[in-house]
């Protein structure tokens, strides 16, 4: 590996996409989307109380979904479409070898996509000056979103080097990254509910039908007072326990599926505001807590008892839940991770020269 | 650091390329069946066949970018196999695809593969310069390749495989798209090549195009590089002369024609204005000048009709291309022990 040949290969590639009037067009189209993005959530988010948060959070978001969905035509078709316009096996004739030309392509593909990001930061400034976010937050989603702009567009590179048509590539590209991104909900949600449990619920409650008359009896742990006049006297009488039966999803079984998906990591990765009730105060930490929530198991045997004070559920803040719960971002980002550079590999193999097996319908120059 | 590569047995480190039973097939299809050939440092070697003979793929193997299904190749001695990097160090390859940075001016291209080959950004510009001039693209230097015509492109092609001042120059199909003026400087910079001790190899079917360059001629049909004595007895066959005569026409002339040389109307033939005679040798041919003049005619035209490796490339095809291999013929031992003692 050597530094002057990939950053020759890095300059070459982006010199050609710099040289293109089309990519000033598509980053203009970038700018005015975020500026109609942030006009829209000061509007939305305004009226709440430290609306900072909320804003800067939707425009990560936004970016995030923005770069998903520009960065596979940026690297879909790095290699094959190189080899169709014959630019390719010059360079591979070179010194320069395999891997140099696909970490250089690679890096290429990554600097292109984080030009989108940069052109986000203005709005993402805006946005803290308008109410604030807290320094952890930025740096921290700001750091999520240039990996998954680096994990797609290593995705992207791998697969135009598998797959010999950079069309089928990029197609490819798309559908990897919508796996990522909606096929790990699909998944998370019907998995989910074919793992079903049973659970057994046991219940008695309190025989209203025995007391006749003015008077009712105090509750457990009640007191008569002339809000609440009942009559201490009375002894209460409790039902017999009674049993029944039905399934829930079992949701923390597969919340682990939902661990590889770009925005679950941006939101579970990055460090949550709670206000005074321990809500979450951005769209991060909201979905970090439905995430975190997934993971706690259903209660298999569930007793609600009327006539035992204090016995209801799980009565945790979102703050509660988030913080006796796994963080799960490291274990999507190293599913991604993989993925990544199995594909690498693959591209690699298949890119190598002198070129071994040829898959139908490639050539080499 | 790469270490030399080991020798295989039999073939000797020499400088060149020297190519031994190579093979190779793109699934079904058998591009390349038996390729054994040497090209020679300080020569420029052509590499002649037919549309689909294999000159293509044959080139890419030995440029680095194919490995071969069998046999070996060796370029200055070294297997461009197992040791790709120290190859393509050595070698200068010239595609037969038009492949152009369209973004990049003529300079940055240069300037770009020379850094690819390692050179200091200084010193890949000074040669990027160099080689523009030795191209004749100075005027259109700061064009993006994209404007360039194909014979321009062509020029830009050749000068890219030349950036690191290749031992071994392989160029497929150079001459096409290129201009008189191109073709004659293209012509001068091999010749300067091979005299400077250099290999090159330069495949191509225009051949009267190859004539004037190549030193040496390799025949490659149906993937098979034709045994060097049936290229010597095809080049020995009977070929054609162009004959003209000063104001006959040739219905007349090809009497008078017959009768100087004392052979039967019928075996001449006409072609316009001229009577085409076949001769044995070149021999045969000057004996036959000799008469024609001696017989007062006036001759004003006396030349072959074909080039020489036209002629050897028809009489090798035939017009159908050969289906299999030619049969390996055994050295007959007898043979030259017999030619020895007699």
């Known amino acids: ?365 | 650091m790469p270490s030399p590569a080991p020798q295989a047995p039999g073939i000797p480190a020499e400088p060149g390329i020297v190519v031994q039973g190579v093979r190779r097939a793109f699934g079904e299809v058998q591009a390349v069946r038996n390729v054994t050939l040497r090209a020679h440092a300080g020569r420029v070697t052509g590499l002649v066949g037919p549309n689909g003979s294999g000159k293509t793929t044959l080139l890419l193997m030995l440029a680095s970018l194919l490995a071969p299904d069998a046999g070996s190749i060796r370029i200055d001695g070294v297997d461009p196999v197992t040791d790709p990097q120290a190859a393509r160090a050595l070698l200068g390859w010239m595609p037969d695809a038009l492949g152009a940075w369209n973004a990049l001016t003529s300079r940055e291209t240069l300037a770009v593969t020379a850094r690819l080959y390692g050179m200091p950004r200084a010193e890949a510009s000074v040669r990027a310069d160099a080689l523009l001039g030795e191209v004749g693209l100075v005027d259109l230097a700061d064009a993006p390749a994209r404007v360039l015509s194909r014979g321009q492109k062509q020029r830009l092609g050749l000068a890219r495989a030349l950036v690191h001042d290749p031992r071994v120059l392989l160029l497929d199909e150079p001459a096409s798209g290129l201009d008189p003026q191109a073709r004659i400087d293209l012509r001068l910079l091999l010749r300067r090549f091979a005299a400077e001790g250099r290999t090159v190899l330069v495949s191509s079917h225009i051949l009267s195009e190859l004539e004037e360059v190549v030193d040496d001629a390799v025949f490659l049909m149906a993937g098979v590089t034709v045994d060097p004595a049936r290229v010597e007895a095809a080049s020995r066959r009977a070929r054609p002369w162009r004959v003209r005569l000063a104001g006959a026409e040739a219905s007349v002339a090809v009497e008078q024609v017959a009768g100087a040389l004392r052979i039967p109307v019928e075996s001449l033939g006409v072609d316009r204005r001229d009577v085409m005679v076949s001769f044995e040798s070149e021999d045969a041919a000057a004996g036959a000048l000799r008469d024609l003049v001696g017989a007062g005619l006036d001759v004003v035209e006396f030349a072959a009709a074909q080039g020489a490796l036209e002629r050897t490339f028809l009489d090798l095809g035939d017009g159908r291309p050969p289906q299999a291999p030619p049969p390996s013929e055994p050295p007959a031992p007898g043979e030259d022990e017999s030619e020895a003692t007699s």
Request: hydrophobic share 45%.
């Open chain 1, 1 to 365: 590996m050597s530094g002057q040949r990939l950053g020759t290969i890095v300059g070459l590639e982006l010199t050609q996409r710099t040289r293109s009037i089309a990519w000033y067009v598509l980053l203009g189209v970038f700018a005015v989307l975020l500026a109609i993005v942030t006009g829209l959530s000061f509007l939305a988010w305004g009226s709440a109380y430290r609306p900072g948060g909320a804003i800067y959070s939707t425009i990560v978001y936004i970016t995030l979904l923005l770069v998903v969905l520009v960065s596979p035509t940026l690297s879909g078709n790095a290699i094959n479409g190189d080899r169709d316009a014959a630019t390719l096996a010059p360079v591979q004739v070179t010194l320069a070898s395999t891997l140099e030309i696909l970490i250089g392509k690679f890096l290429a593909a990554w600097v292109t996509g984080l030009a989108f990001v940069a052109v986000s930061v203005p709005f993402l400034v805006l946005a803290t000056l308008g109410g604030g976010g807290a320094p952890a937050t930025i740096t921290v989603s700001l750091l999520v979103l240039v990996f998954e702009v680096g994990i797609i567009s290593a995705i992207g590179v791998a697969l135009s080097g598998i797959l010999s048509r950079p069309l089928f590539s990029v197609a490819t590209t798309y559908l990897v990254v919508a796996a990522l991104v909606v096929g790990t909900l699909i998944a998370f949600a019907l998995v989910g509910m074919t793992m079903r449990s049973e659970v057994t619920s046991h219940f008695r409650s309190i025989e209203y039908d025995q007391y006749t008359g003015d008077g009712y009896p105090c509750l457990p742990g009640e007191t008569p007072s002339d809000e609440n006049p009942c009559d201490d006297d009375i002894e209460v009488r409790c039902g017999e326990w009674e049993t029944s039966t039905h399934e829930v999803p079992r949701f923390d079984q597969v919340w682990w599926l939902l661990a590889a998906n770009p925005f679950v990591i941006l939101a579970d990765a990055t460090p949550t505001q709670y206000d005074e009730y321990g809500n979450p105060n951005d769209l991060f930490g909201q979905i970090k807590f439905g995430v975190r929530a997934a993971q706690q198991p259903p209660e298999l045997e569930q007793r609600w008892d009327d006539c035992t004070p204090g016995s209801q559920g799980d009565q945790r803040t979102p703050a509660e839940v988030v913080d006796q719960s796994t963080p799960s971002w490291f274990v999507g980002m190293t599913l991604q991770l993989l993925l990544a550079a199995g594909l690498m590999w693959w591209a690699w193999a298949r890119t190598r020269t002198p070129a071994g097996r040829l898959p139908a319908g490639t050539r080499i120059a």
